[in-house]
Each structure stands twice: as structure tokens, then as C-alpha cells.
């Protein structure tokens, strides 16, 4: 961004644009919990394959009451994108899902299989 000063006054020109542009770029999180028969079924190895084709970086770990849980962080059509690879490839064995979108903690270096 170039900010010129002219007789006084900042020209902004192209400021805002490049702030709508940063925005759209944003890190979020998505925290998903996939319910059905979604454990014993290579669903975390599936899902840890899936991730190395995009840029996401959290866990995939099993949840005591037999559902997976799945927190990625990235931008956010990256998230959608990966997520929707997850319901592809895994369509027979999830059965409901529930999403908690929220703002990234960037606590993660990888994507990995976690207890």
C-alpha cells in the first residue's frame, strides 16, 4: 500500500480494497463433530491423508462417546473446501455433523491424528 501525501491530505486510494482483500484471507477455525459410524473405519487416517491436500493445520482425534472430532485451522473457503472432501470420501459412515466456526488460535504447526 502506498500512502501519497498531496497538499495536505492522505489519498487512501487503494486502501480499502486491500483492506476487503486481507479480510477475505482471514485464518479461522472450524471445529467439526462427525456422528455416526465414524470410529473403526479409518475415518482419522482418511481424514490426516485428506489434509495434506490442503493448507489446514489442527487435529483429528476420537471422542469417548464414538464420535470424531476434527478442529482445522486456515482460510476459511480452504476449510470449506477440506471439509467437503471429508464428506465425500467418508459419506457412508457420517451420519450428522455439527460445525462451530470461530477465530483461529494458531496453536497448530501440523494437521495430525491426536488422543
Known amino acids: 500500500m502506498t500512502v ?3 497538499r495536505g491530505m492522505i489519498d487512501l486510494k487503494g486502501f480499502f ?3 476487503v482483500r486481507a479480510k477475505s484471507h482471514m485464518i479461522k477455525q472450524m471445529k467439526v463433530i462427525f456422528k455416526g459410524m465414524v470410529q473403526g473405519v479409518g475415518f482419522r487416517f482418511t ?3 485428506l489434509a495434506r491436500r490442503f493448507d489446514v493445520k489442527g ?3 476420537n471422542l469417548p462417546n464414538g464420535q470424531v472430532e476434527v ?3 486456515g482460510e476459511e473457503t ?3 473446501d477440506f471439509l467437503k472432501a471429508i ?3 467418508m459419506q457412508h459412515y ?3 455433523i455439527e460445525i462451530v466456526w470461530g477465530e483461529a488460535c494458531h496453536r497448530y504447526g501440523v494437521f495430525g491424528i491426536t488422543s
Do not use: C
Request: proline content about 0%; hydrophobic content about 40%.
Open 4 to 6: 501519497e501525501l498531496r
Open 17 to 19: 480494497a486491500e483492506t
Open 47 to 49: 481424514v490426516q491423508r
Open 59 to 61: 487435529y483429528v482425534r
Open 71 to 73: 478442529l482445522a485451522e
Open 78 to 80: 480452504i476449510l470449506e
Open 87 to 89: 464428506q465425500v470420501q
Open 94 to 96: 457420517i451420519q450428522d
